[in-house]
């Protein structure tokens, strides 16, 4: 059994998926093309400058200029911010509470490993930020998933071995990473998307620590 379990936030703790989605598509509104559902898989894991890439390449949009960019991803930011701020506690995702609880009491313990830089602020808006052991996040890295240093740094910080954590992730980049860093790593979603992970569940309800056994 692993001795510490590594949670991605965005899709997994919560549905933050879904804000990230409606900010970029804002964006490319804005910008004069569609935006869908399909093509925002993409997004996810995939860090904000990253992001607007593959989003700019969606559209067929060339931006050389580095400022312009850089505006662009702070004008998506500033609306997921406002977002992000209007959520409670209500929007932990069913039965993760109760998963965490678990795994506390069975002295397994708990991180966060995210690529957001918003990581503290949707922690803090439900009031979980004090229960984690370990918080990385997208300002404490420098190379984004499919890059295992998230998950390498919540392991080191963690004082356990790579090879003792399992990850918990809802994006294709995410489960590569926990992969290259020699991890265990369960998907959250769909298993036809997912299916490089070692398990896939659809939520955390009703799981229990035979989850985290291979
Ligand atoms: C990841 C999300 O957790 O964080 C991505 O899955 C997002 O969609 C990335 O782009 C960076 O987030 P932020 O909050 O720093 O823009
Ligand atoms: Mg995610």
Same mark, same amino acid.
């Given at each position: 059994k692993p001795k510490a379990c590594i949670f991605d936030l965005d $899709? @997994? *703790? @919560? /549905?933050t998926a879904k804000y990230h989605y409606l900010a970029w598509k804002r964006l490319a509104k804005e910008l004069g093309f569609e935006f869908t559902e399909k093509d925002n898989e993409r997004l996810k894991g995939v860090s904000r400058m990253e992001s607007l890439e593959i989003l700019l390449s969606v559209g067929g949009i060339k931006i050389d200029d580095e400022n312009v960019k850089l505006q662009l991803a702070e004008k998506k930011n500033k609306w997921y911010v406002e977002y992000i701020n209007q959520?409670? =506690?209500? %929007? *932990?995702? !069913? $039965?993760v509470i109760e998963f965490l609880e678990l795994l506390k009491s069975a002295g397994i313990k708990v991180a966060i490993g995210s690529a957001s830089k918003n990581t503290i602020t949707i922690l803090e808006r439900i009031g979980l =930020?004090?229960?984690? /052991?370990v918080i990385i996040d997208g300002t404490k890295i420098s190379k984004a998933k499919p890059d295992p240093e998230v998950f390498l740094k919540a392991a080191e910080e963690l004082s @356990?071995? !790579? %090879?003792e954590c399992c990850v918990f992730e809802d994006a294709v980049a995410g489960i590569q990473a926990a992969k290259s860093a020699g991890m265990k790593v369960i998907g959250v979603g769909d298993p036809t998307i997912l299916k490089d992970a070692d398990k896939v569940i659809q939520s955390f309800q009703g799981q229990t620590l035979g989850l985290i056994e291979f």
């Open positions: $899709g @997994v *703790i @919560v /549905d959520m409670t =506690k209500d %929007e *932990i995702l !069913p $039965g =930020k004090d229960f984690f /052991d @356990v071995r !790579p %090879e």
